[in-house]
């Protein structure tokens, strides 16, 4: 359970390592996952409570696909926060790659698997153009990202109009292949395990590895905690922030293929404001959205807690414009309690 | 880390910024001039008073929450939850007209102005106090303000006929019989030079620019830094709250969905393309007032042009990052030029 505070804090390390049971005990109640962990608890309790449907084990799996988006735009989300920037454009990505995708196959006529490698390509190209401009321009990552925020999904707009791929008005004959669409509907054979989520799952965990246990990851670390400091040690700073936001993108990317395989259209609306929550998963999850600290179990943990929220006020009713107000708030007030919890512990 | 030299290029560099600067405002009269010449050359009547008139009406929404927006940039802020305020406060006036419409417009305008900085100081208090970082703060209630939207108003529209016609008589009336500068946008401008002058000629208008420049400096020479943060986020929240009701002025209706979705990027765009520096610390009231005046020509010359509506987003996103790429260019031969690097 020590990974995540490998590079990050030497404080806590410090605190870490001496006397026995009680100061591993305290090292433990001060990661900040551990918050996150007990909400999922409570929000399992809640939801428990309030529905009889919502302990329907299938039922939760493959409610999870609904949003799975999320928690792969939130693993690319996870390095850059902890770098220390910021990425609003993910959502948009999406969107383009997705109406990139649609309008290749269907305008064009390039065989689905072309299409597949060329969209993940643009997804790629879209983060490497927001990481040159952060580290090329010297702009800050909020800057860039909002402008192509506005960009890309204007791109995607300008593309396929406000109409979809396959567009309305087609006949019902030309759609996306058969293999291609209905990935939620996959699942591990014998088990109620959705292909969506085992994506999910594997991306997590090998991301997990490359930001907690190889160079790059420590590097995405040492340049959230101290820009300036890395670079003095030989961090080639700009190269891996341009990687990570180009990962980011090939993330969001193959994220807006699994949407378009999900909903079997692609439109340039496609995850509108799902920004909000895949930030709101990432820093759930405990990384400081100053960078410097983070885990990618953290990130994994808040998202279930999310999916299930949104499961539970589904299950209770709730509307989905009702179910904004407890995300923003939600977002608010997990930043809140690690801010107060911070200054108490000091 | 910085040494007399340092300081030395600082203020040197920072009387060219101001040569620049100006230069900056220069360079918006310019672009503005080359995309209303494109317009009329290809469509003669572009300046027609009728477009004249759209391009000011495009004004008063904007500007009017640039400014407050222009302030929390320079205190390297960002507010992206205006919107959202916008459609509350425009969503609960509209319910009260609907609901009583004999009541006062003048009130209702004054209940919008508080609702709106209501929000804000939410926003304000969050950001200075809490220190959660603004762009969570307000991605959080862009969120939140927006479902409040829904909750109040049951998703149902203020139709045309609920709006009082003297509110909707703004838009289209202007002082002294002139029909094509209508009272909104002379409210608008009123407002600009409003806080022209708080900028400019007020201790807390100084101190927003202290902050901007250098937070822990302000600090250490005793300004006030929270509490000008908060004032600067109610302010941005009063003038969204006021645009609310300029919204149901100018269109005639209020939709809970519709209402100042997305017009945070819209306001963040004349902002930054009126040269406020993304960096905090600098910006100027003309520059952002003509940002407002560029971004609805284009949007004038869009529409007149046929250009399709699908368009729109794109445009705003390719201005705002040419606006704030040619910034960083300037900032750049700047910095070349004064150490001589």
Same mark, same amino acid.
């Given at each position: 359970m020590t990974i995540g505070e490998t590079s990050s804090l030497p404080e806590t390390s410090s605190q870490a390592k001496p006397v026995g049971m009680s100061g591993r005990f305290k090292a433990l109640l001060a990661r900040p996952e551990l918050v996150t962990v007990g909400l999922l608890m409570l929000a399992f309790i809640a939801g428990a409570l309030l529905s009889p449907y919502f302990l329907d084990v299938p039922f939760l799996l493959s409610y999870t696909s609904l949003s799975i988006e999320v928690g792969i735009m939130a693993v690319g989300l996870t390095f850059i926060i902890i770098s220390g920037n910021i990425d609003l454009s993910v959502a948009s990505t999406l969107a383009l790659v997705a109406c990139v995708a649609g309008v290749l196959y269907f @305008?064009? /006529? $390039?065989?689905m698997g072309i299409t597949l490698v060329l969209s993940l390509c643009t997804g790629a190209a879209l983060g490497w153009l927001n990481g040159t401009l952060v580290t090329k321009m010297k702009l800050p990552a909020l800057a860039v990202t909002l402008a192509t925020m506005a960009l890309y999904r204007g791109a995607a707009n300008v593309l396929v109009g406000d109409d979809s791929r396959p567009k309305l008005?087609?006949?019902? @004959?030309? $759609?996306?292949?058969d293999w291609f669409v /209905?990935?939620?509907? $996959?699942?591990?054979p014998g088990t109620p395990i959705p292909l969506p989520l085992v994506i999910f799952l594997a991306l997590a965990i090998i991301f997990g590895i490359v930001l907690h246990k190889t160079t790059l990851g420590r590097w995405v670390y040492a340049i959230g905690t101290n820009e300036e400091a890395a670079r003095y040690s030989g961090v080639p700073t700009e190269r891996v922030k341009t990687l990570i936001f180009t990962l980011m993108g090939l993330l969001s990317g193959l994220a807006g293929l699994i949407m378009v395989s999900r909903l079997s259209v692609a439109r340039y @609306?496609?995850?509108? /404001?799902?920004e909000l929550d895949a930030i709101t998963a990432v820093v759930l999850g405990g990384t400081d959205i100053n960078g410097g600290r983070g885990s990618m179990f953290g990130t994994v943990v808040a998202f279930f807690l999310l999916v299930f929220l949104r499961t539970g006020m589904g299950v209770a009713n709730i509307k989905a414009e009702s179910q904004l107000t407890a995300i923003g708030t939600l977002l608010v007030v997990a930043i809140l309690v690690s801010n107060l919890t911070e200054r108490f512990r000091k | 880390m910085v040494t007399v030299s340092d300081t030395l290029h600082r203020q040197r560099s920072s009387s060219l910024a101001v040569r620049l600067s100006r230069f900056r405002e220069l360079g918006i009269v310019a672009f503005l001039v080359v995309v209303i010449a494109v317009a009329t050359a290809i469509e003669p009547r572009f300046l027609q008073p009728f477009n004249v008139r759209s391009i000011l009406l495009w004004i008063p929404l904007l500007a009017v929450i640039a400014m407050g927006e222009m302030m929390v940039i320079i205190t390297r802020g960002i507010d992206v939850s205006v919107g959202s305020i916008l459609g509350f406060a425009g969503i609960v006036v509209g319910m009260i007209f609907r609901d009583y419409?004999?009541?006062?417009i003048y009130l209702g305008t004054l209940l919008g102005i508080l609702l709106g900085a209501m929000l804000g100081a939410i926003n304000g208090a969050l950001i200075s106090w809490a220190r959660v970082p603004p762009i969570i703060t307000t991605l959080g209630t862009l969120s939140a303000y927006r479902g409040l939207v829904f909750i109040v108003s049951g998703g149902r529209q203020i139709d045309p006929n609920h709006v009082p016609t003297a509110l909707i008589r703004w838009s289209q009336r202007g002082p002294f019989g002139i029909q094509w500068i209508p009272w909104v946008v002379v409210t608008a401008l009123a407002i600009a030079a409003l806080t022209y002058f708080f900028l400019r000629y007020t201790r807390s208008g100084r101190d927003v620019y202290a902050i901007g420049g250098n937070p822990e400096a302000a600090k250490l020479r005793g300004v006030p830094v929270e509490r000008t943060i908060f004032l600067v986020y109610v302010i941005t929240g009063a003038m969204a709250g006021l645009a609310g009701i300029l919204y149901a002025s100018r269109f005639g209706f209020v939709n809970p969905g519709e209402t100042g979705v997305g017009f945070e990027l819209t306001v963040i765009a004349a902002v930054v393309i009126g040269g406020t520096n993304v960096f905090g610390g600098s910006g100027t009231v003309l520059g952002v007032v003509l940002g407002c005046l560029l971004l609805g020509t284009i949007n004038v010359a869009l529409a007149v042009l046929g250009i399709a509506a699908t368009w729109q987003l794109a445009v705003y996103g390719l201005v705002i990052l040419l606006a704030v790429t040619v910034d960083a260019i300037i900032q750049r031969e700047l910095r070349r030029a004064t150490t001589g690097e």
């Open positions: @305008d064009l /006529g $390039v065989p008005a087609w006949s019902r @004959d030309i $759609v996306f292949p /209905g990935i939620n509907r $996959v699942c591990i @609306d496609h995850a509108r /404001g799902w | 419409p004999d009541f006062n």
